[in-house]
């Protein structure tokens, strides 16, 4: 049986290692998705938006945004911008973007909002 946690993200992102420790230490079973060599997963993305908005899941503080010029970051003015600019330059995305085994999303990393989260998870290693 596949693990029902999937966390996608980069191994690098300091959020994302704050993330997969924390679930690590908490010994529940994850499956990490990489953007950097699996590519951001086209299919998940109108979920995302729905979850969170396009305003919160493009990370606008970070230093892949601040380093598009200007037309680009003036492009993204609907779901359908905002999905090419992610498929393009997944670092743009907020992380990580976390799947719970009940279904629900949770975007960044927040300690007390995995809590909350993992105590829904069966798959305790």
Known sequence: MPPMITVYGIPNCD??????????DQGLEVTFHDFKKQGVPAELLPAWLKAFGRDKLINRTGTTWRKLDDATQAAVVDDAS????????ASVIKRPVVRWPDGHWTLGFSAEAFEKSAQKAPNKG
């Open 15 to 24: 959020t994302v290692k704050k993330a997969r420790t924390w679930l690590a």
């Open 82 to 89: 905002a999905t090419a600019l992610m498929l393009e330059q």
